[in-house]
């Protein structure tokens, strides 16, 4: 703008952008020429242009006279816009203003000393603390409430006596709520203080209170939060256990134990109905639902368990609902039991899955029931229910199951059948025999599942040679798991079927097998076609005989790449000897970029000198990322080699990236 004037009609002008841009404009000039027009611009109507003028003033870096004028606007009541601008403008200067805001915080003008506060709280630093302690006990309810809330957004742990004695002087019940507020925040544990004592039982400060003792409170809040959990409000209800449980968790072994007791004499108490009323697994307030049924659990009145068992369905709240319904014990377990004929299918899952995993025996002829439950999803929960409580009597109604079963209970029945396979061997085999001879490859890729569990070497050994890929792979992990030495050559015979993954099974089911005789026949692995099955092969190969891997990479090193390579690499580094180290240093002049980095990290790992001994190489790498990633490892070495070298690489180094980092690691300064 050519002139003072100009810029004031432009500021007059209807467009807002012509507004902004004239303010953005005065940024770099004088602050005493143009301060006048920023704080005209603080009142605008558009925020974007008052944002621009609060982003100029502060950019300026004013000195404490300009300071002082900004605070000045605080008391212009007729432009709320205004004041918050220059609020906004104090906050962003920071402990710069502290001078001033000192000062002001004695000022005449409520509203002003409330700005002051609020501004003080919005920078936070304990500089300010003296001065909001001092506004505790302003006259003003709204600057002394301010002002405790602040105290405990800053946190400095101090002001906790100040703030417990003001509760008693200050009987306003916005203060008090600020007072105590600020409290919970600071959460500093100590015992149940005498300040906060003296306003339980007025039934308006009973959440915040809860809510503070929650924070700051020892085993001494318990009695007070313990008369909590029956509150006539339902936040103050919810409040108090979330209070307790917060305590307990806090607490040590004895403390504990104290406390755990004192919960346990109210079962059989209105407390257990009037948790179960809150308990809401799906709502908003999970530390709610976590702290009842924790609660609900040490109690341990067996009115809870029905209600626990909607916790139960909720991943979130899962395992500690299944502690919860243990610590009920057998008559929580009957109760579930005695709710199941009114359960809905929801329900019915979760309680054959809670009978399986708890093994309450007295559930067995629930799960023996649910297995003829019209839901596909309760008659899986009652597979897996019956297999780990070992029912071996229930295994013909499971076999029987499998033919209309789909996908997800068909796992669950073959798993399950493993697992009965040990109680009663029979029934099972022969169901296995009958899979092995299904039209479907999915049923006989059970077979070979339920012949591992039978540890059937011979039924595994024909599926092998199934027409199916998929079957002769489950078959060939079965069989290495068995590691039965009598299927070591169906497992070499296996090396070099028709499919990929078969042959990567086989490689890495010889590395599980333990044999050394495996080692020949990986070996030739290692020329297959592909990649994977070479990956797996060298990997079973360490397993069995680590030297025979150095012997193998060694001859791998010079022509392979890609997957292969880096499994070589990663072998090295997990065998880290003199020899494998060796190896990986032939890797440094790799023209892939990400294969030297990962031989590079290796190093580094294992033995730092290597790095220097290969400096000349890395340090000249093609890729500028390598020569920055061995600046940088150079640097960090001791002695006076590795600076030596940098200094050296500085006069060729072409990349400036690079160079000015070694520059700066030269002077050490990076």
């Known amino acids: 703008m050519d002139s003072r004037d100009d810029v004031r009609n432009a500021l007059k002008s209807p467009d807002e952008e012509l507004r902004r841009t004239v303010i953005d404009s005065l940024r770099g000039e004088n602050l005493g020429d143009v301060c006048e027009f920023i704080f005209t611009a603080m009142g605008d109507d558009s925020w974007r242009v008052r944002k621009e003028a609060v982003n100029v003033f502060v ?74 302690l001092g506004a505790l006990h302003d006259a003003d309810a709204n600057v002394s409430a301010a002002a405790a809330e602040h105290l405990g957004t800053i946190g400095d742990a101090g002001v906790v006596q100040e703030l417990l004695t003001s509760i008693t002087s200050n009987d306003s019940v916005f203060f008090r709520f600020s007072a105590l507020s600020a409290l919970e925040k600071l959460g500093i544990p100590a015992p149940l203080p005498e300040e906060i004592k003296r306003l339980v039982g007025q039934e308006i400060f009973s959440k915040v209170i809860f809510d503070c003792l929650g924070s700051i409170g020892n085993h001494t809040a318990a009695p007070i939060l313990l008369e909590g959990f029956l509150s006539s409000q339902k936040s103050s209800r919810c409040a108090a256990v979330k209070a307790f449980n917060r305590v307990l968790q806090r607490s040590d072994g004895s403390t504990r134990l104290e406390l755990e007791g004192s919960l346990r004499r109210l079962s059989g108490s209105d407390v257990v109905p009037a948790f179960i009323e809150l308990l809401d697994a799906e709502g908003p307030d999970s530390a709610l639902a976590e702290a009842l049924t924790n609660l609900l659990g040490i109690i341990g009145d067996a009115r809870a368990a029905v209600p626990l068992l909607a916790t139960y369905l909720t991943e ?19 109760a579930v039991r005695g709710f199941y004929p009114h359960a809905d299918e929801k329900l019915c899952e979760a309680i054959c899955t809670l009978f399986g995993e708890v093994g309450y025996q007295k559930g067995d002829d629930v799960i023996r029931e649910a297995l003829h439950n019209p839901s596909p999803s309760v008659r899986e929960a009652a597979v897996q229910a019956a297999g780990l409580r070992g029912l071996s009597d229930c295994i013909p109604e499971i076999i029987g199951l499998l033919d209309d079963a789909d996908d997800s209970v068909s796992g669950a029945i073959i798993a399950a059948l493993q697992v009965l396979s040990g109680k009663d061997p029979n029934p099972v085999n022969a169901v296995a025999r009958q899979l092995a001879e299904s039209d479907r490859p999915q049923r006989r890729r059970d077979a070979a599942l339920l012949f591992a569990a039978l540890s059937d070497g011979d039924y595994l050994g024909r599926l092998v040679k199934d027409e199916d890929p998929s079957v002769r792979q489950a078959s060939v992990a079965a069989i290495g798991k068995l590691q039965i030495p009598s299927l070591q050559g169906i497992l070499q015979i296996a090396l070099v079927d028709e499919m990929p993954e078969v042959r990567m099974m086989a490689a890495e089911a010889l590395g599980e097998s ?38 193998a990479i060694r001859d791998l090193l010079p022509t392979v790449g890609g997957l292969l390579m880096i499994t070589c690499l990663e072998v090295l580094a997990s065998l880290g000897s003199d020899a494998a180290l060796s190896l990986v240093e032939t890797v440094l002049d790799n023209e892939d970029e990400e294969l030297v980095k990962l031989a590079f990290s290796i190093l580094s790992c294992h033995d730092g000198q290597r790095i220097v001994r290969n400096a000349e190489r890395l340090i000249s790498h093609p890729h500028a990322g390598i020569r920055y990633d061995a600046a940088m490892a150079l640097a960090a070495l001791p002695g006076q080699r590795p600076r030596t070298i940098l200094q050296d690489a500085l006069e060729t180094e072409e990349s400036s990236h690079v160079r000015n980092l070694m520059e700066r690691l030269v002077k050490g300064t990076a």
Not at 75 to 89: I, K, M, V, Y
Not at 316 to 334: E, F, K, T, W, Y
Not at 520 to 532: I, M, N
């Open 59 to 132: 950019a300026a870096e004013p000195s404490g006279d300009f300071i002082a004028a900004l605070l000045e606007l605080l008391r212009d009541e007729s432009n709320a816009g205004l004041r918050n601008s220059a609020a906004e403008a104090v906050i962003m200067l920071g402990t710069q203003a502290a001078r001033q805001l000192k000062t002001l915080a004695g000022d005449t003008d409520p509203g002003v000393r409330k700005f002051v506060v609020d501004v003080m709280g919005g920078i936070g630093s304990t500089e300010f603390v003296p001065a909001l």
């Open 316 to 334: 979130r709240l899962s395992s500690q609902a299944l502690n919860a319904l243990i610590a009920l014990g057998p008559a929580g377990m009957d």
């Open 514 to 551: 333990g044999s050394a005789d495996a080692v020949g026949p990986l070996t030739l692995a290692l020329r297959d076609d592909d990649s994977r099955v070479q990956c797996a092969a060298l990997k079973s190969i360490t397993r069995l005989n680590p030297e025979n891997s150095l012997d």
